[in-house]
Nanobody, 124 residues
Framework: QVQLVESGGGLVQAGGSLRLSCTAS????????IHWYRQAPGKQRELVAAITSGGSTNYASFVRGRFTISGDNALNTVYLQMHSLKPEDTAVYYC??????????????????WGQGTQVTVSS
């Protein structure tokens, strides 16, 4: 009933920039929080940044000052602007959201949704 779709990944040289998008669609009642995670080959998935429906943001220390998370008021579309990219930023980036849904006259409480991921490759 809900889809999260990431886009904007690609290949960029070190020092370059990319902007990732995460778009939520479906029977959405409200979105509480959206997170960006990333997973590099052979490594655990790690939190990169988060934004709440109230506009609060949070960043992992390794991206603070280089990445910016933003979104519309309803968080239906959230962006991750990435600057000064480093080879160690190479990973699959995933969008994750806690979403309340409403369909067929029924409210469903918050549930955890994931996108399919978008590859970011930073060459040295």
């Amino acid at each position: 009933q809900v889809q999260l779709v990431e886009s904007g990944g690609g290949l960029v040289q070190a020092g370059g920039s990319l902007r990732l998008s995460c778009t939520a669609s479906g029977s959405i009642f409200s979105i509480k929080t959206i997170h960006w995670y990333r997973q590099a080959p052979g490594k655990q998935r790690e939190l990169v940044a988060a934004i709440t429906s109230g506009g609060s943001t949070n960043y992992a220390s390794f991206v603070r000052g280089r990445f910016t998370i933003s979104g519309d008021n309803a968080l239906n579309t959230v962006y991750l602007q990435m600057h000064s990219l480093k080879p160690e930023d190479t990973a699959v980036y995933y969008c994750n959201a806690q979403i309340e849904t409403y369909y067929s006259g029924t409210y469903f409480p918050e549930y955890d949704y994931w996108g399919q991921g978008t590859q970011v490759t930073v060459s040295s």
